[in-house]
């Protein structure tokens, strides 16, 4: 039973390329949600879903697009990336009303 | 912003020794959760406590809600090295989850 699983763990870009992180739960949970965390700023929500085939904006959106294809995957993607966008990403799931699980992060650098 | 804020930002105290941390919100809540988080690590839930609960306990840790003065604090007691991480408190609206700022928490042998 894996949990949440975030790929990949680490990546360096340069300014302008794109990626896209994926995260990926086992546990067939309806809630996903993608945050990221800077120093003294503590977690941030970013986008989040609510199901299969839904998408929703959190307080930190812009510069960030998302899908959610299937249930157990939630995709984040930089179209073009920015140094201001260079931080640790957390994906996290639930189910119903129980507390959300957390996968190990992405640490991401943009140069 | 809705973020929270923890207090202290850090924390280090000995091995045995409470352990005390704040959280102030600023929103109307349904419950309040709090999490660690160890070093590169992902967030891990430790105990929720429901807007019409006044205190809960859950092993080691103690939590405490004042809805009135939109705060709260986690306490634990007998503290371990391996209690030595950050830890947040959370808090809903809707769908949506807002974290605080975090304490660092140091436990030395």
């Known amino acids: 039973n894996a949990g949440v699983t975030q790929t990949p763990k680490f990546r360096v870009l340069k300014t302008g390329q794109s990626m896209t992180l994926l995260c990926a739960q086992d546990m067939n949970h309806e809630y996903m949600y993608w945050y990221r965390q800077d120093p003294g700023m503590g977690l941030r929500l970013i986008h989040y879903s609510v199901g299969e085939g839904t998408t929703a904006k959190g307080e930190v959106p812009d510069g960030y697009n998302v899908s959610r294809l299937k249930k157990q995957n939630f995709l984040l993607g930089l179209e073009s990336a920015a140094p201001s966008q260079t931080s640790v990403y957390f994906c996290a799931s639930k189910g119903g009303n129980q507390p959300q699980h957390f996968g190990d992060g992405t640490r991401l650098s943009i140069l | 912003s809705q973020q929270g804020e923890e207090d202290p930002q850090a924390l280090s105290i000995q091995e045995g020794e409470n352990a005390t941390m704040n959280c102030s919100y600023k929103?109307?809540?349904?419950?309040l959760q709090w999490y660690r988080q160890n070093s590169g690590r992902g967030l891990v839930h430790l105990i929720l406590i429901r807007s019409n609960e006044r205190e809960k306990h859950s092993g080691r840790l103690r939590v405490t809600l004042d809805t009135s003065k939109k705060s709260s604090s986690l306490l634990i007691t007998a503290s371990r090295a391996a209690d030595t991480a950050s830890y947040f408190c959370a808090t809903s609206t809707g769908n949506q989850f807002y974290f605080g700022t975090g304490t660092s928490l140091t436990v030395i042998p």
């Open positions: 929103t109307s809540i349904n419950n």
